[in-house]
């Protein structure tokens, strides 16, 4: 059996440190992008979320006949950031909840949102409710999800309602 001679390991060597950088440049980085960078859905793609007034929009969800989706966050929280640049804007889970859901997106700390934190006992972030349209709490997801998991409970909620 031939053992490679140290002087074909170190051109191999060399060959390597000097078609690996070549590789990575912008010209081929296309061709080799990692899978977790993934690319950024159009905005309309997102899960629209309403920032208003929490009365009025139980009061649209009885008109509308639709379930509320509350997204409870804070502004340091990092898996909430997490959840709004990779989950919220996933394609798949826009199209589901813009269609069936009141979307809410409350700051646990500012204005009406501590009380609403308070009513509803959020103590951890990101708080995710599920409310039938008559306000009252189906299905409660705390820390971060991926966009199928919330698919699928959205689709738990849809059924109870």
């Known amino acids: 059996m031939n053992r490679p001679t ?53 009061d649209r969800a009885k008109l509308e006949g639709k379930p509320i989706f509350i997204d409870f966050y804070t502004k340091w929280c990092g898996p909430c950031r997490i959840m709004d640049r990779d989950v919220f ?38 708080t995710l409710l599920f409310l039938n349209k008559h306000g009252k709490e189906t299905k409660r997801v705390v820390g971060i999800s991926t966009a199928s998991k919330l698919i699928k409970f959205g689709k738990e909620t849809c059924k109870s309602n």
């Open 6 to 58: 140290p002087k074909l390991i170190f051109h191999t060597l060399i060959f390597l440190g000097l078609l690996l950088p070549s590789i990575y440049s912008c010209k081929y980085q296309v061709a080799i992008s990692p899978p977790w960078k993934k690319e950024r859905p159009s905005q309309n793609q997102a899960i629209h979320f309403v920032e208003i007034d929490f009365l009025k929009q139980i």
């Open 89 to 126: 804007t996933d394609g798949a889970a826009g199209a589901f909840f813009n269609d069936r859901f009141i979307n809410l997106k409350i700051n646990a700390e500012q204005g009406d949102g501590i009380l609403l934190a308070k009513q509803f006992g959020v103590s951890a972030y990101p």
